[in-house]
Every structure is written in C-alpha cells, then in structure tokens.
T-cell receptor, first 115, second 109 residues
Framework: GAVVSQHPSWVICKSGTSVKIECRSLDFQATTMFWYRQFPKQSLMLMATSNEGSKATYEQGVEKDKFLINHASLTLSTLTVTSAHPEDSSFYIC???????????FGPGTRLTVT | GQNIDQPTEMTATEGAIVQINCTYQTSGFNGLFWYQQHAGEAPTFLSYNVLDGLEEKGRFSSFLSRSKGYSYLLLKELQMKDSASYLCAVRDSNYQLIWGAGTKLIIKP
C-alpha cells in the first residue's frame, strides 16, 4: 500500500516556541492532506484539510493563525504549531489521499510535548 | 448533525470471537471504514464496506447495512495482539471521513 511519512516522530519544545511537522507521501501524489490531533484516550479530531496549492480549510475551533498549514507540493505538507503552549501537547497525525473516493493513508504520527 | 456511535470499551477472551458495533447518521454515505489503532500509534486500515453485506478478510470480517445505518466488525480467534482501539469511520457526501470515538478492546488470557 501507499506510504506516508511524518517527521519528527516525537518532539519536545519549550512554551512559546514554534514547531514544524512534515508529512510526506512517498509513492503517490497527495492531492489532499488531512491533519488530525488526538489527545490521550480520545478519538481522532480533524484539524484541517489542505489541497495542494490551496489554502487549508480549518475545522471549527481550530485557530488557523496558530496552526499554520502549507501544502506546497503534491508530496509534502507541513504543520507549524506557533507559540506552543503545554495544552498543545498531543499526538498529531497526518493522512493523505490521491483523489476523492480513494483511501486515506495515515502517517505514523508525531508526539508533541510542550514544557 | 453527523454522528457515529460505537461502544467505548469491550473485553473478550483470547481465542474467542468479538463483535464491535457501529451505528451512524451522516450527510450522505460513500463507504464505511474500520481502522485499528494501537496505543501511541497511527490508525491502520482494516476494512472498507460500501455495499450491504459481509466482507471477510482473514480473522476479521466487516458487515454493513446501509438501510439501518449499521456496521459491525467481527474478530475471530482473538489474539493478545488484537488488544487495541477499533475506529469506525464513515465517508460522507463530501468524501470527508467522520470518525467514531473508537472502541477499546481488551483481550484477556
């Protein structure tokens, strides 16, 4: 099956700093990428959907100025958590798909801890 | 609104069979997915149903009834490694995945 990678797999940062997470589709063109957040013992929460070359569509309650998403190419999307706070500590997972109707493939996730 | 319901937690015995139910109400329907998620890991794809009926894949089977808005995931010959959360997700008319909260399955020896 298709492979999606994420980097880093885990990161610890200090409160007030920014962190960038990369999501890459390795063997297919990701027309659409999705960013999810998952708190312990909770289900996936969709943060935003991005189409290559377009601005991301954010879910209600997600601050677009805090969670910057860039999907500049068909194989790479980045999520930057700006001015991170301890409450941003979470498991961030990206997924990607080629065309609507096609399966979404998940990256391995990035565990962010803000101290 | 859109809603997907599944039990929060289930317990089963190694070697037994367990059925995890999922009911949904969504804006349109373009398929139902089951994912397995081990603690601290991303979800992995298990099955996909778009037509009514049973899809069998090894020890795992998934059933769909679109008229009832209902699906189940059946796991046979349970193994300890099957201890995980099982997520039901429905693809709506906009091809967005709507996620259930997940069912934590605990396997006991």
């Amino acid at each position: 099956g298709a492979v999606v990678s994420q980097h880093p797999s885990w990161v610890i940062c200090k409160s007030g700093t920014s962190v960038k997470i990369e999501c890459r589709s390795l063997d297919f063109q990701a027309t659409t990428m999705f960013w999810y957040r998952q708190f312990p013992k909770q289900s996936l929460m969709l943060m935003a959907t991005s189409n290559e070359g377009s601005k991301a569509t954010y879910e209600q309650g997600v601050e677009k100025d805090k969670f910057l998403i860039n999907h500049a190419s068909l194989t790479l999307s980045t999520l930057t958590v700006t001015s991170a706070h301890p409450e941003d500590s979470s498991f961030y997972i990206c997924s990607a798909r080629d065309l609507p109707g096609y399966e979404q493939y998940f990256g391995p996730g990035t565990r962010l801890t803000v101290t | 609104g859109q809603n997907i319901d599944q039990p929060t937690e289930m317990t089963a015995t190694e070697g037994a069979i367990v059925q995890i139910n999922c009911t949904y109400q969504t804006s349109g329907f373009n398929g139902l997915f089951w994912y397995q998620q081990h603690a601290g890991e991303a979800p992995t794809f298990l099955s996909y149903n778009v037509l009514d009926g049973l899809e069998e894949k090894g020890r795992f089977s998934s059933f769909l009834s679109r008229s009832k808005g209902y699906s189940y995931l059946l796991l046979k010959e349970l193994q300890m490694k099957d201890s995980a959360s099982y997520l039901c997700a429905v693809r709506d008319s906009n091809y967005q995945l709507i996620w259930g909260a997940g069912t934590k399955l605990i396997i006991k020896p």
